[in-house]
């Protein structure tokens, strides 16, 4: 139970895009490739983007759900801040191939290096600028009653990933994600939603800096990233 929170948060976090089906009313089939071309490149385009978010984690071994919700920014290249604010703080952080999870309440940072060889194997990580989609997941569409947005299912090709697979949610016009779903080789599920999705320029520079009181503990993780 020591690390509980930690592993909620590296979940949601980690373990991180159509044509029309015969069904009537259902957008599905193959994966639209002018989509998926449109989503790498907006995502590789915009220099920075902030989010609120709110996830449910559904935990198979206890059989029941966690609600969280916070902020989500992100800063090219290859930096994430993933705050939560509810129903605990906790920040879990993302820059130049360090990952840290800061437990206010623990005093305590778990922290651990993501080599670059596992980069593609973290859920997510493709929004900071790590990695290309097509080169990193297998991709499927799935059935959708909306006509504004595209469902996806990403299977990683990387044996070595810390999820089975993601099923996400695109909106056809910004070719931004709305929503993703993580699943996990236990049979946990986490699913976010963004709201109030925001492209920058730029965020301050200390939005990637974790300011510690100095009583705080710091252990280093190697496992972490899975």
Do not use: C
Not at 63 to 87: C, D, F, L, V
Not at 145 to 168: K, N
Not at 198 to 212: I, K, M, N, R, V
């Amino acid at each position: 139970m020591r690390h509980m929170r930690a592993r909620r948060g590296l979940g949601g976090l980690l373990g991180s895009l159509m044509v029309l089906a015969a069904l009537p009313g259902l957008y599905a089939a193959t994966p639209d490739d002018a989509l998926l071309e449109r989503m790498q490149q907006t995502y590789e385009q915009t220099p920075a983007l902030s989010a609120e978010f709110v996830q449910v984690a559904t935990l198979s071994t206890l059989n029941r759900e966690q609600t969280s919700s916070g902020h989500m920014y992100i800063q090219k290249p290859h930096a994430i801040r993933w705050e939560y604010t509810h129903p605990a703080s906790q920040t879990i952080l993302y820059k130049d191939n360090q990952l840290q999870i800061y437990t206010p309440e623990r005093k305590q940072v778990l922290q651990s290096i993501i080599a670059e060889k596992d980069r593609n194997s973290v859920a997510l990580l493709f929004l900071a600028g790590i990695g290309t989609l097509q080169q990193s997941f297998t991709i499927t569409s799935l059935p959708s009653t909306e006509d504004t947005v595209s469902r996806l299912r990403l299977v990683p090709r990387s044996p070595q990933a810390g999820f089975t697979e993601l099923q996400i949610t695109v909106n056809r016009q910004s070719a931004f994600i709305e929503s993703l779903t993580i699943h996990d080789h236990i049979g946990n599920r986490t699913h976010i939603r963004f709201v109030a999705l925001q492209p920058h320029p730029s965020l301050p520079a200390d939005t990637f800096e974790l300011t510690l009181p100095p009583d705080t503990e710091i252990l280093a993780q190697p496992g972490l990233s899975r």
